[in-house]
Nanobody, 123 residues
Framework: QVQLVESGGGLVQAGGSLRLSCAAFGRAGSDYEMAWFRQGPGKEREFVGGISRLGGSTGVADALKGRFTISRDNGKNTMYLQMNMLKPEDTAVYYC????????????????WGQGTQVTVSS
């Protein structure tokens, strides 16, 4: 079993950057495929991007490519989401998730979830 804890959210102006972290406690982070999701006000939770167990493969939603980058450090059992050139539409609660299937875009394919971290982008 694993516990996931997100951090790094906050308030940022449009055009700014944030780096989110998701730390895994319990089993090693390398045991899982991991992903980031987000849920904006009044919206469905949507897939942001994922990273394979050893970090060799990453995938980011088409609309976010070029601005968002996912990485992981298995030595620290931590996954990261680097967000650049943030827009107001990026405002959401960001969640990390862990499961056994790389690249899955639906939340039902992930077994473990963090509590989320709020990202607010102002104009």
């Amino acid at each position: 079993q694993v516990q996931l804890v997100e951090s790094g959210g906050g308030l940022v102006q449009a055009g700014g950057s944030l780096r989110l972290s998701c730390a895994a406690f319990g089993r090693a982070g390398s045991d899982y495929e991991m992903a980031w999701f987000r849920q904006g006000p009044g919206k469905e939770r949507e897939f942001v991007g994922g990273i394979s167990r050893l970090g060799g493969s990453t995938g980011v939603a088409d609309a976010l490519k070029g601005r968002f980058t996912i990485s992981r450090d298995n030595g620290k059992n931590t996954m990261y989401l680097q967000m650049n050139m943030l827009k107001p539409e990026d405002t959401a609660v960001y969640y990390c998730a862990a499961g056994s299937r790389f690249g899955a875009t639906q939340k039902k394919h992930y077994d473990y979830w963090g509590q989320g971290t709020q990202v607010t982008v102002s104009s």
